[in-house]
């Protein structure tokens, strides 16, 4: 047989950065969390959007805003914002608008509460004068 004029492109399976460990070099399937040989994280697991993980996050972010703001960067709202899964990113959105508006609560009870005590202790104040 004559080989043929054209050229014949046959390309084998190259292995990129993600077919390998970087860390022991051994191979690995891209959908790995983990190296099954030396247990380096390859990739990061997908965020849990379970009904109990959503009804948590946004508990947290009602119960505890001005905690929260403090502590922003341990809110798990943020990784849920970020993440790329749809459905990840929309609890997290609805865990931020939480967080906004039980602050938002928060600070105007604050203020209620502070004109409140201010305003009986002026009248108590103004009762002891008049006697």
């Not at 399976?13 to 190296?35: E, K, M, N, R």
């Not at 928060?106 to 008049?130: G, K, P, R």
């Amino acid at each position: 047989m004559e080989p043929n004029s054209e050229e014949q492109n046959i390309s084998l399976p190259s292995a990129s950065t993600s077919d390998v460990c970087s860390v022991c070099h051994q191979p690995i399937l891209p959908q790995y969390y983990f190296c099954p040989n030396c247990g380096a994280k390859l990739n990061s697991a997908p965020l849990s959007t379970t009904v109990a993980t959503q009804a948590w996050i946004y508990a947290l972010s009602i119960v505890l805003p001005m905690i929260l703001f403090i502590f922003i960067t341990r809110w798990p709202g943020l990784r849920y914002i970020r993440s790329s899964d749809p459905k990840a990113k929309k609890t997290g959105y609805i865990a931020l608008s939480l967080l906004i508006l039980s602050t938002i609560v928060t600070l105007w009870l604050v203020v209620v509460w502070t004109q409140e005590t201010i305003q009986s202790t002026v009248n108590s104040i103004n009762t002891d004068m008049s006697l």
